[in-house]
């Protein structure tokens, strides 16, 4: 309302000069609206979150991209082998169009190799992950479970594999993976396969809940059908006993 009096100025100002004024006051914003003010602290990253233990391979041609929360664990011919950070990771060059290796080359001289292909219309797998050691023969581990997934999504698993031959294994905790990708040079996973087996905990308590309520309501019908009445000293042609109310 403060605006009203020169409004009423400036209309009869108006109005002296033509008979019929129609006025309209507008404007980009409403002076009796209070502007809304956001504001956002700013906080410093917190150290743990910070941390950078994870690993993370992708080489520069983008084909292959691997990423776990923890480094993996190396027991090579039964030996604890603390490995560093990798300084290195390329793509092997295969002969075979459906061939990717994923090589990853470690500080103390130690050389990962993840050996994808995608042999199976539609689906790529992880075959075997070589380690090696300085220039000695690589040792060919294999996973206890299948890892694979179909081309243009990626593998995770949320618990430990472990990768095994003989006394040398290699951990990894918590992992996802992804070659052969469809569009060439993109940086980021595409839909997860989950690591989840088929019969987990909980299936299996549910079938065994199922199996015991099954083999007590078996028993309990059983018991029913099995019940006899007391009629052997009945005679069908003899007088029926009645017994009155008044009784």
């Known amino acids: 309302r403060r605006h ?6 400036i209309y009869s100002k108006l109005l002296s000069k ?12 409403s002076s009796w609206v209070e502007p809304e003010e956001v504001s956002r602290m700013k906080r410093s990253p917190d150290d743990n979150n910070t941390s950078t233990t994870y690993t993370l391979y992708q080489d ?14 190396l027991v090579y011919e039964g030996k604890d082998v603390g490995l560093g950070n990798y ?3 390329v793509t092997g060059d295969n002969s075979k169009a459906f061939d990717i290796k994923l090589s990853v080359k470690y500080t103390p001289d130690y050389r990962v190799m993840f050996n994808f292909d995608n042999k199976t219309n539609g689906y790529w797998y992880l075959r075997t992950i070589d380690v090696q050691y300085a220039n000695n023969p690589p040792i060919s581990l294999k996973s206890p479970i299948e890892i694979a997934a179909p081309l243009d999504m990626s593998f995770h698993s949320g618990s430990k594999v472990v990768f095994r031959n003989g006394s040398t294994t290699l951990t990894f905790s918590d992992f996802q993976m992804q070659p052969f990708f469809l569009n060439m040079g993109s940086r980021s996973f595409g839909d997860a396969v989950d690591a989840v087996e088929f019969f987990t905990p909980a299936i299996w308590s549910g079938i065994f809940v199922t199996f015991l309520l ?8 059983t018991m029913i059908m099995d019940i006899r009445t007391m009629d052997q000293f009945d005679d069908p042609k003899g007088k029926t006993i009645t017994v009155s109310a008044t009784d």
């Open 60 to 73: 520069a041609k983008a084909t292959s991209l691997f990423y776990s929360t923890s480094p993996p664990v």
């Open 18 to 29: 033509c008979s019929h004024v129609i006025g309209f006051l507008s404007g980009q914003q």
């Open 214 to 221: 099954g083999i007590i309501f078996t028993w309990g019908i």
């Open 4 to 9: 009203d009096v020169k409004i009423a100025e």
């Open 87 to 89: 300084t290195t990771v």
